[in-house]
Each structure stands twice: as C-alpha cells, then as structure tokens.
C-alpha cells in the first residue's frame, strides 16, 4: 500500500467549477503536508502548506483531518491556468526533510 | 534569483555504464535533497544532505547509488552500473537550513538507459 494515495483523475470540469481533491497517509507520525503543483514535465512547485485547522489562500482552501488521515483541496472558480497535477505530500517531522508524495491528481480545466 | 540548477537536462546512456548527474543549489540554501521521479508516479526521495554530510540516506535504492557535496554547495548523484530500470527524472530541490523551510526543485535531469 502507498504511503500518500491519490485518486490519478483526470478530473476534467469547465471554467468557473468548483473541484476537490482528497488524499490519505498511512503514516500516523507524520507531522508535515502540502500540496505542491507540477505542470507537463516541469518541476514541483509548493502552492500551499496544510493545518489541522484549515486554510485558504485565495480561490485554494486546505484541509486536514489527523484522525482520518485525510488531506483536501478545494479549488474554487477554477481557471485554465489551474490545469496540471496536483501532488499531496507529507513528511515525518516539522523539519520538512524528506518529502513523501502521492502520485497526483491530474486536472484539466476546459474553456 | 537564480533558482535550482541542473545538468545535463536529459541523458542517454547504455546499460551498465557509469552516470553523474550535477545539482547547484539556490546560494545559501545549506540543505540539499535529490527525488527521482517516474513516469506517472510523484518523486521519491532518495537523499538529503545538510551541509557537506548525508544527514538521511535512507531512499537510495541500492548502493549502486551514490551521492557527493564536497563543499556544501553543488552536489553530484553518481550512478554506477545504470540498469533501464533507473531511468526517471532525477530531481534536485535545496532549502534553507533543513528546518520548515520550503524546497525549491530544479528542473530535473532526465535519464534514460537503453
């Protein structure tokens, strides 16, 4: 069983849609999640870290549950620059050292 | 600023030769981390050095596999004996100190094995 599980999509929804994605984790020690970005054949870019008590940034809202293991991104009013693979990553300890990814959610926003 | 760099952007090799692939990380960042990533998979860590000294070795996958940063900046992976089963994308990120700094990923090398 994967560490980080993600469902792969694609999702495909029109300008404008609200989307989310869910992971989980096995791991009950990890301490540290994100969602990092990753366009075709480009590296991973961080869009967001993840808190046990949610949180947005812009038209992105995170959100943790510890006792499910369960991380979401909600991305609202969704634009064509939204289109890539998301990642939901966690790590072991605050330190932020080494990264584990899931194998990410691909979305592609349609005009 | 310049971000994370690394060369060569892609290379060929054959089975069984020897590989180096190069990572310059951002100036400053003491810490230094190489993933790997396959086709449809994320990355998968492999290493992770503070300073000049591996601080966690744990994801390299055989000891055919091994990793360098002689001054604490520029890092070389060193891949011996490639198989085809070793071609990904290999890729770099750097941070500050390896505390809750955010990792900064360079572009990647990809590497094929015929």
């Known amino acids: 069983r994967k560490e980080v599980e993600q469902d792969p999509g694609p999702f495909n929804v029109p300008e404008g849609a609200t989307v989310a994605f869910n992971c989980t984790y096995s791991?009950?020690?990890?301490?540290?999640f994100f969602w990092y970005r990753q366009d075709c054949r480009k590296e991973p870019k961080l869009l967001m870290s993840?808190?046990?008590s949610g949180n947005e940034d812009g038209r992105f809202t995170a959100q943790l549950n510890r006792a499910s293991q369960y991380i979401s991104l909600l991305i609202r009013d969704s634009k064509l620059s939204d289109s890539a693979t998301y990642l939901c990553?966690?790590?072991?300890?605050?330190?932020?050292?080494?990264?584990?990814f899931g194998s990410g959610t691909r979305l592609q926003v349609q005009p | 600023g310049a971000g994370v760099s690394q060369t060569p952007s892609n290379k060929v090799t054959e089975k069984g030769k020897y590989v180096e692939l190069r990572c310059d990380p951002i100036?400053?960042?003491?810490?230094l981390y190489w993933y790997r990533q396959s086709l449809g998979q994320g990355p998968e860590f492999l290493i992770y050095f503070q300073g000049t000294g591996a601080a966690d070795d744990s994801g390299l996958p055989n000891d055919r596999f091994f990793a360098v940063r002689p001054e604490g900046s520029v890092s070389t992976l060193k891949i011996q004996r490639t198989e085809r089963g070793d071609s990904a994308v290999y890729l770099c990120?750097?941070?500050?100190?390896?505390?809750?700094?955010?990792?900064?990923f360079g572009p990647g090398t990809r590497l094929t094995v015929l």
């Open positions: 990553v966690v790590s072991k300890d605050t330190g932020r050292r080494a990264l584990t």
């Open positions: 990120a750097s941070s500050l100190a390896g505390g809750p700094n955010e990792q900064f």
């Open positions: 791991n009950s020690a990890s301490q540290s």
């Open positions: 993840v808190y046990s």
């Open positions: 100036s400053g960042h003491t810490a």
